[in-house]
Structure formats: structure tokens, C-alpha cells
């Protein structure tokens, strides 16, 4: 009785459908890169202001965009930037964002080496406690001086990028929390291949009843991603089990024999 309980709770977790975006250029990643996480604080404070903010890592090992919005002494914005010179975004067409807001409006910023003392920006909404994404194509990309918008400046290029940062400027006083999960450079059509695969939820996972050591996994595949079977003892450290191409089909796989009782187990769709 008490191994068939655990396998129901085994069966339970497993469900669970994970969706990322490769062969993009990593603007934000903490988890391999170290040196990737200097972001630089500039706040109202260089023209007397009092807001404050800074950019710290979380224990689920995101990144927080947070502080205080001032208006005192006329001032009303905070914002940290990232330095991207050592990145090629030539082949990219925008930025791909994964977040959780408070609902404040925020934008995200970019500097040009054509025209390196304007900021060009998009704006993006938040919905508190909500997970999620957006795209931001370049060619859409305002440039701007002192929150002055400026026609006369060329479309922002890839091959000309060379600083992002986020930036809030709502004019609304009082505490922020922005929580970034990825920042990556990408083309429009991996990240719709992505909204694509990130609408796979027919995952059916079946214990064979006639062989209790035998587990099976149905999904369906959308042509242009990989699926890594993962396998996980404690549910952070995950070492890939299989891959398989996807194709556009239903995929019918067996876990055979060799599984432990007590794995758990996760499909990783991945962007080639």
C-alpha cells in the first residue's frame, strides 16, 4: 500500500511542462555567468532626486528590479543598465523578456553606438504576481533625450546595441518589485515558435498497470523545438534522461525498467 501511494504522488509531480527559449543571446543570466550580472545603478539622484534602486538575485535564483520611487526635489525615476558590447545581436531582431510585475508600467531601454547619448525604449505593463512574457522588436523602439521623444535618429540596429536597462519613470510615488526569470536576445520567430510549444498542456503520463516498472509519456511535438526528458532526485538538480526532435506528431515514450521509485521526471521543451 505504501509503495502504490508514492507512485500516485510520483505520478503527480511529473506533469509538470517546462518551456525555453536557446539559440538566442543570454542577456541576463545568472546561473552560468557571473560576470553577466553587473548591472549598474542610475538613479534620480545625479539631479538631486531620492529614489532609490538596485538589482539583487532571489533564492529561486531570478533577478529583482526593486526600490523606491521618489518625487522629492522633482525627481522621479530609477533604473539600472547593463553593459552588451562584448555580445553580437547582429542576427537578432528583438528582446524577449520573462517577468513578474507589480503592476506599475515599465520600460526597457537600449543604447546605440550611433547615438550614444539618447536612450531608445519600449514600454511593457505589468499585473502583480503574474508570470509573463513579452517580445520587443528593435525596429519598434523609440529613441528619446531627457524623455523627450527625437524623430531625426536612425531605427535602432542589433549591430549597434550596446547597453539594455530597465527603468521606471510612472510618476506614481512609493515602492517597486520587478522580478525578472530571463532577458535574452532573439527573432520574432523563436519566440512565436515559443508561444507555440508553450500551448503543449496534452502531456498524459500512464503507469502500466501490467508492469509496474514501466512509465509512459504522451505529448504532443511542435516542429523546430527539442524535448529533453529530465530526471530529478530532489527536484533542483535535473540531468537530462533522453531527447527527441519534435516533429509536429504525438509522441508516445516508455520509461522502462531502469526508473527509481522515488525520480521525478519533467519534459523541457527547448528552442533549437
Same mark, same amino acid.
Given at each position: 500500500?505504501?509503495?502504490?501511494?508514492?507512485?500516485?504522488?510520483?505520478?503527480?509531480?511529473?506533469?509538470?511542462?517546462?518551456?525555453?527559449?536557446?539559440?538566442?543571446?543570454?542577456?541576463?543570466?545568472?546561473? $552560468?555567468?557571473?560576470?553577466?550580472?553587473?548591472?549598474?545603478?542610475?538613479?534620480?539622484?545625479?539631479?538631486?532626486?531620492?529614489? #532609490?534602486?538596485?538589482?539583487?538575485?532571489?533564492?529561486?535564483?531570478?533577478? !529583482?528590479?526593486?526600490?523606491?520611487?521618489?518625487?522629492?526635489?522633482?525627481?522621479?525615476?530609477?533604473?539600472?543598465?547593463?553593459? !552588451?558590447?562584448?555580445?553580437?545581436?547582429?542576427?537578432?531582431?528583438?528582446?524577449?523578456?520573462?517577468?513578474?510585475?507589480?503592476?506599475?508600467?515599465?520600460?526597457?531601454?537600449?543604447? #546605440?553606438?550611433?547615438?550614444?547619448?539618447?536612450?531608445?525604449?519600449?514600454?511593457?505593463?505589468?499585473?502583480?504576481?503574474?508570470?509573463?512574457?513579452?517580445?520587443?522588436?528593435?525596429?519598434?523602439?523609440?529613441?528619446?533625450?531627457?524623455?523627450?521623444?527625437?524623430?531625426?535618429?536612425?531605427?535602432?540596429?542589433?549591430?549597434?546595441?550596446?547597453?539594455?536597462?530597465?527603468?521606471?519613470?510612472?510618476?506614481?510615488?512609493? $515602492?517597486?518589485?520587478?522580478?525578472?526569470?530571463?532577458?535574452?536576445?532573439?527573432?520574432?520567430?523563436?519566440?512565436?515558435?515559443?508561444?507555440?510549444?508553450?500551448?503543449?498542456?496534452?502531456?498524459?503520463?500512464?503507469?502500466?498497470?501490467?508492469?509496474?516498472?514501466?512509465?509512459?509519456?504522451?505529448?504532443?511535438?511542435?516542429?523546430?523545438?527539442?524535448?529533453?526528458?529530465?530526471?530529478?532526485?530532489?527536484?533542483?538538480?535535473?540531468?537530462?534522461?533522453?531527447?527527441?526532435?519534435?516533429?509536429?506528431?504525438?509522441?508516445?515514450? *516508455?520509461?522502462?525498467?531502469?526508473?527509481?521509485?522515488?525520480?521525478?521526471?519533467?519534459?523541457?521543451? !527547448? *528552442? $533549437?
Amino acid at each position: 500500500m505504501v509503495c502504490f501511494v508514492m507512485k500516485i504522488l510520483f505520478l503527480s509531480l511529473i506533469t509538470f511542462f517546462l518551456i525555453n527559449i536557446s539559440a538566442s543571446v543570454q542577456i541576463l543570466d545568472i546561473k $552560468n555567468d557571473s560576470n553577466n550580472y553587473k548591472w549598474t545603478t542610475v538613479n534620480d539622484t545625479v539631479m538631486g532626486g531620492r529614489s #532609490s534602486s538596485r538589482l539583487e538575485t532571489s533564492p529561486s535564483s531570478t533577478s !529583482v528590479f526593486k526600490g523606491y520611487l521618489s518625487l522629492a526635489n522633482n525627481g522621479g525615476f530609477a533604473s539600472v543598465r547593463h553593459n !552588451v558590447r562584448n555580445k553580437n545581436l547582429s542576427n537578432e531582431s528583438g528582446f524577449y523578456l520573462k517577468y513578474k510585475g507589480d503592476g506599475r508600467t515599465y520600460q526597457f531601454r537600449v543604447r #546605440s553606438k550611433r547615438a550614444s547619448w539618447a536612450d531608445y525604449y519600449q514600454e511593457f505593463e505589468t499585473v502583480k504576481d503574474k508570470e509573463m512574457t513579452i517580445f520587443l522588436p528593435f525596429q519598434d523602439f523609440k529613441p528619446s533625450w531627457r524623455g523627450l521623444n527625437i524623430r531625426m535618429l536612425p531605427t535602432l540596429n542589433g549591430s549597434d546595441i550596446t547597453e539594455v536597462g530597465l527603468f521606471l519613470g510612472d510618476k506614481k510615488q512609493g $515602492n517597486f518589485k520587478l522580478e525578472i526569470s530571463e532577458i535574452k536576445a532573439t527573432t520574432n520567430e523563436l519566440y512565436q515558435n515559443y508561444l507555440a510549444a508553450s500551448e503543449l498542456t496534452e502531456t498524459k503520463i500512464i503507469r502500466n498497470f501490467n508492469n509496474s516498472n514501466e512509465l509512459e509519456l504522451r505529448f504532443k511535438t511542435t516542429a523546430g523545438c527539442n524535448y529533453l526528458i529530465e530526471n530529478s532526485l530532489n527536484l533542483k538538480d535535473w540531468k537530462i534522461y533522453d531527447q527527441i526532435e519534435g516533429s509536429g506528431n504525438n509522441v508516445k515514450y *516508455i520509461i522502462e525498467n531502469n526508473f527509481n521509485k522515488n525520480d521525478f521526471y519533467r519534459i523541457r521543451a !527547448v *528552442i $533549437n
